[in-house]
Antibody, heavy 121, light 109 residues
Framework: QLQESGPGLVKPSETLSLTCTISGGSISSFYWTWIRQAPGKGLEWIGYIHYSGITDYNPSLESRVTILLDSSKSQFSLKLRSLTAADTAIYYC?????????????????WGQGTRVTVSS | QSVLTQPPSASGTPGQSVTISCSGSISNIGTNYVYWYQQLPGTAPKLLIYRNYQRPSGVPDRFSAFKSGTSASLAISGLRSEDEADYHCATWDNSLRWVFGGGTKLTVL
């Protein structure tokens, strides 16, 4: 199970910090992911972190995003800097896996319930 | 503007069949698996179809999916009121990483 937590309201130009708590399963081997959904829009992949520390980010957000993993707490976090109103969205955490043998990614499953973030002064 | 193209809406009456399309390119759908997610109103997306056409346990066989070339489709037969939801397609893009469609809102009339 995954559970997001963080502030519901943040000011423009500030940094958003969200945490996803992982329960009931192993952290290793998986890629821990952040995905967001702006009001009335589709889903947007933000980035992921692997247990090994490997990260990858959406090219459109890469300059403002950092994802960290704290395996001792079974948590991973998202930091998104220089916020604007366009960052207003529901933020989801999710898990995926990469199959080296077949060189393919597996589905995002499970997902957290999501946390709503509004960027406004 | 989403990398994958889905119709914004679809509709059908109970018992009917409906198909939702997802169009991409050689760098995404053309070379990688497609995944479909169902998002019921006010909830998080849930995995509906994985690796092009496979159903997770618990997903009714009324849901099926197909991929051909750079396009994929989700078909729902025997439409029920509880199928009213947003449906999202997703895949890996060899340049852009994970990409999604804009989502299709399915209305059961």
């Amino acid at each position: 199970q995954l559970q997001e937590s963080g502030p519901g309201l943040v000011k423009p130009s500030e940094t958003l910090s969200l945490t996803c708590t992982i329960s009931g399963g192993s952290i290793s081997s998986f890629y821990w992911t952040w995905i967001r959904q702006a009001p009335g829009k589709g889903l947007e992949w933000i980035g992921y972190i692997h247990y090994s520390g490997i990260t990858d980010y959406n090219p459109s957000l890469e300059s403002r995003v950092t994802i960290l993993l704290d395996s001792s707490k079974s948590q991973f976090s998202l930091k998104l800097r220089s916020l604007t109103a366009a960052d207003t969205a529901i933020y989801y955490c999710a898990r995926t896996f990469y199959y080296d043998s077949g060189a393919y990614w597996d589905a995002f499953d499970p997902w957290g319930q999501g946390t709503r973030v509004t960027v406004s002064s | 503007q989403s990398v994958l193209t889905q119709p914004p809406s679809a509709s059908g009456t109970p018992g009917q069949s409906v198909t939702i399309s997802c169009s991409g390119s050689i760098s995404n759908i053309g070379t990688n698996y497609v995944y479909w997610y169902q998002q019921l109103p006010g909830t998080a997306p849930k995995l509906l179809i994985y690796r092009n056409y496979q159903r997770p346990s618990g997903v009714p066989d009324r849901f099926s999916a197909f991929k051909s070339g750079t396009s994929a489709s989700l078909a729902i037969s025997g439409l029920r009121s509880e199928d009213e939801a947003d449906y999202h397609c997703a895949t890996w893009d060899n340049s852009l990483r994970w990409v999604f469609g804009g989502g299709t809102k399915l209305t059961v009339l």
